[in-house]
């Protein structure tokens, strides 16, 4: 088929003819990827070469704004492309992803290391002071600058086409380490043929599976998989020591088996090319080339802030294990605390404590119910509407789709929704931009098409989709990323929503998931699914008083992933290196209690080695900081929604990436963050 024929037959080479411009994804088939990809590549060479030969003077407009301007048609493809990929993916998708790496690399490198381009990027950022200016303007010049030099534009010409074999590679990589943990989550069953050996666990985990095991042509077993909606409830009611254990280990252990999935090799690798990058740099780790943009700036002070996080995290989890050990020392006399222990005893402890069972909890929260009401603190905040809209085009028929409104009806944003696993879809939560906010030359204001994406339980045959106290948590989460997104109001799309530095992104989220537990949201969503009887305020004191659970096992796993991401990226050399060894000395130098996993064992660490979190994971716990102390800011009005904090906050959220992080948020709260509101709010202090 000859590209002209191609061009008038691809859905992702037209602009779509659909409500709100969305991609037309009813309409996308495999073959177009390829070729989509190809001519969007094509074109944007084209936009590049003529910002180059552009004979006038470089100026703002016609080459900061142009360079900011090229690549929609690219962006629009890759904006379908990655989405489904990660959340519908196959083979064959896999396949064209890694076709399309090595190209989008060499794109990528061909612009940035363009000696021609980045003399004209030069000459308008050694002008910028005298160009008149606005902040944003002022904030694109250096950016696009700082991008330029960060990522080699300022190397000879011998480290250029090194970089260039690096990045490749990387980008390879990345989607090997990536393929490799979907393909050892989906090789993995665990059948159970006797009814006896799940004693404990709740009749809705039954249920989900024994539809598992039917799926999988086994009818009148119980199936059981490492996704997170599997095994979890396995781990906090099971009574079955060895079944706990089985499936822990086999979450924990993907990617770390010599077979084909082997994810080793993949991380020394990435080591051995992410050290040489840095080195190229100036930078004798990769920790503080990456930290150089963030607001962190240097591996130091991200050690120093982790480690005064540490030491109260690992002391409240030394206390609670040893309440654990005590439970478990009444059943199993003379047995060690394991970490596939841990959920169950800490459960029953919860229960004991709190008499809070979270099967109790569940039934009052049902997942479109749990979505309506973090849609309500959006309304409440910010006065935004979110309309249900129907035969809309989709990826998979699981996928909703909203109209997101002001008050006044003016059009926001459109926000995509696909909540169950799937074969295809990675792991995780995570929201993305499909199409993003921009204001163009005409100063048409292109709004975003945004997606959040999680897996959660499933509906099953007797039961909606219920879900756990952190699934709550994660929606919420991934609804305030959504919120970056569709509240911007930047002009340049390289500044729009998410576009922050990585310490602060996860602000917007984590502020979200203030709200969720609150009594006063509670009520607006927590409905049971069988009576529709508001949650009762006996529950809801119980959830309250439970808040501070378990806390220390919590941050700690979280903290020693961020911390065993910080060691890895702190290599001066990856001679040598050994994936479990590094691990083991990594968590005996913290003092990592035998107890506990850490969240993310090396070789299914998706944040650091696919996802571009690489030495960037402690930005969850430097953003709660903010977060814990954003939070406070409405806590001291006394009113949760107080319109001018919160009208105050939305600024922040619609800035994007146009103004300096720490900046904006001193103009949010007018005072640096206070870091004992993220104590306190764990219990770690008074």
């Not at 100026?59 to 142009?66: H, K, Q």
């Not at 060690?336 to 009052?364: F, G, H, S, T």
């Not at 909606?464 to 989460?477: A, I, K, N, R």
């Not at 479990?580 to 070789?603: C, Q, W």
Request: charged content about 25%; aromatic content about 12%.
């Amino acid at each position: 088929m000859s590209l002209l024929a191609c061009n008038q037959t691809n859905p992702l080479l037209e602009q779509p003819k659909t409500p709100y411009g969305v991609p037309a994804f009813d309409q996308v088939k495999i073959e177009h990827y390829l070729p989509a990809f190809e001519e969007a590549i094509r074109q944007n060479k084209a936009e590049i070469e003529a910002i180059i030969n552009n004979e006038a003077e470089p100026t703002f407009e016609n080459t900061i704004v142009a360079l900011d301007r090229a690549g929609l048609l690219l962006d629009r493809v890759q904006g379908v492309f990655f989405n489904v990929l990660e959340a519908d993916g196959n083979d064959e998708m896999n396949e064209i992803a890694e076709q399309v790496s090595p190209m989008l690399s060499e794109l990528s490198d061909g612009i940035i290391l363009n000696d021609k381009l980045f003399q004209r990027v030069k000459f308008v950022y050694d002008q910028r002071d005298q160009l008149g200016l606005n902040s944003e303007q002022m904030r694109l010049v250096t950016e696009t600058y700082k991008t330029f030099a960060d990522n080699g534009a300022n190397l000879p010409e011998d480290k250029k086409e090194r970089l260039k074999e690096i990045n490749q590679e990387l980008g390879l990589l990345s989607l090997q380490f990536g393929n490799n943990v979907v393909a050892e989550t989906n090789a993995y069953q665990y059948f159970v043929k006797d009814e006896a050996e799940l004693k404990g666990l709740p009749e809705s985990a039954k249920a989900a599976a024994a539809e598992e095991a039917t799926a999988a042509g086994h009818p009148g077993e119980w199936l059981f998989t490492p996704k997170r909606t599997s095994f979890t409830p396995v781990l906090q009611y099971c009574e079955n020591r060895e079944l706990r254990k089985e499936l822990l280990m086999a979450y924990t252990t993907r990617g770390n088996h010599d077979n084909d999935n082997d994810n080793k090799a993949v991380i020394i690798r990435e080591m051995e090319l992410r050290i040489e990058k840095a080195k190229l740099f100036g930078y004798d780790n990769a920790a503080d080339y990456i930290l150089a943009d963030c607001m962190a700036k240097d591996h130091q002070t991200v050690d120093a802030f982790l480690q005064s996080v540490w030491a109260p995290s690992l002391e409240a989890a030394k206390r609670e294990a040893a309440e654990l050990q005590k439970l478990l020392d009444e059943d199993l006399p003379g047995e060690a605390l394991q970490p596939w222990d841990w959920w169950y005893y800490a459960e029953k402890l919860r229960k004991a404590k709190y008499a809070l069972d979270e099967e109790e909890i569940k039934p009052y929260f049902e997942l479109s119910n749990v979505r309506k009401g973090a849609f309500g603190v959006a309304t409440k905040l910010y006065g935004l509407q979110f309309e249900p809209l129907k035969n809309m085009p989709v990826y998979n028929k699981e996928v909703e789709v909203f109209k997101v409104t002001e008050a006044d009806g003016t059009f926001v944003g459109i926000l995509y929704t696909d909540y169950f696993p799937r074969a295809g879809k990675r792991p995780g939560a995570w929201m993305n931009n499909i199409l993003p906010q921009y204001i163009d030359a005409e100063g048409v204001d292109h709004r975003p098409v945004i997606i959040n994406v999680g897996n959660f339980n499933k509906p099953t045959a007797g039961n909606p989709s219920l879900l756990s106290m952190d699934d709550v948590e994660t929606l919420f989460h991934e609804f305030g990323h959504a919120l970056h997104g569709l509240l911007s109001k930047a002009h340049y799309k390289s500044l729009s929503g998410t576009n922050t530095p990585r310490d602060f992104v996860e602000l917007p989220s984590q502020f979200m998931e203030n709200y969720a537990y609150e009594p006063e949201v509670l009520k607006t969503y927590a409905f049971h699914y069988l009576t529709g009887e508001v949650i009762p305020d006996s529950l809801i004191a119980k959830i309250n008083a439970a808040g501070k659970f378990n806390q220390g096992f919590i941050t700690t796993e979280l903290l020693s992933a961020s911390i065993l991401d910080m060691d890895f990226h702190e290599l001066t050399s990856a001679e040598g290196l050994d994936v479990n060894a590094f691990e083991k000395a990594s968590l005996d130098k913290m003092g990592m209690i035998d107890e506990i996993i850490v969240r993310y064992r090396p070789t299914f660490y998706n944040h650091i080695f696919t996802t571009g979190y690489e030495a960037g994971y402690y930005s969850y716990t430097w953003a709660a900081v903010l977060d814990a102390d954003a939070f406070a800011a409405f806590k001291e009005t006394g009113n949760l929604f107080e319109p001018e904090t919160a009208k105050r906050f939305r600024h922040l959220l619609e800035q994007g990436g146009t103004r300096d992080a720490q900046e904006l948020y001193l103009e949010f709260r007018g005072k640096e963050a206070d870091p004992n509101n993220l104590l306190r709010r764990k219990g770690f202090i008074e």
